[in-house]
């Protein structure tokens, strides 16, 4: 072999060697700058939150009617609604403030008005009320409770706390409470107490 072939081959390794090298030297550092990466870049997170317990809507000085074949059945007015998704189309409607509720018979009429401090309206428009809880009729007809629900597919107004029902005639008390919406017609269910009111007439 020559001396200049000799140092071809040389070369030849060296180049190769030199190579290897750098291929190593390049996966080394691309390593250690993925780790430091990794350590130093905290990962993303998403800024939507989903959760049931925040409101998807929020309304101030609302008003909610509820018809029935194109007549009036009930309308709320409420100081503040906040509106939670329960799955579905329809929202779970809660009411802060001083609501009102007002009922009306089939010809349109108003016939009683129920007062709360809050209410929960279900997507079956079904309405839960809570707090100093008063139904008063325009014939007078009074009752006080701290809860309340009505019912929409039969229009009924139920309790199964502490009533008090006074009437000009009478005054009512007991446990469990079940009415028509225009208190009409109800019951007690464990009366404790009645009172008759006589009237005396003054010749």
Known sequence: MSVLAFFCSADGYM????ELGLTVTLFLFAVCFAACSNKTTPARQ???IIHKDFPVQET?????TFTDSGRMKA???APHVSQYARGGPSTEKHLDGRIEVH??????QHTSSLNA?????YPNNDIE???RVVMVTDDCTTVRTEYAKWTSHDQKIRSDKFVTIRRPTETLS?????????LKNYRIFKATAVMKMRQELEE
């Open 15 to 18: 180049l190769r060697w030199f």
């Open 46 to 48: 998403s800024l939507l």
């Open 60 to 64: 101030w000085d609302a008003r909610i």
């Open 75 to 77: 309308t709320i007015y």
């Open 103 to 108: 009922f009306y018979n089939s010809a349109g």
């Open 117 to 121: 401090m809050r209410g929960i309206i």
């Open 129 to 131: 009320v809570f707090d």
């Open 174 to 182: 007991g446990y469990g409470f079940e009415s028509d919406q225009h």
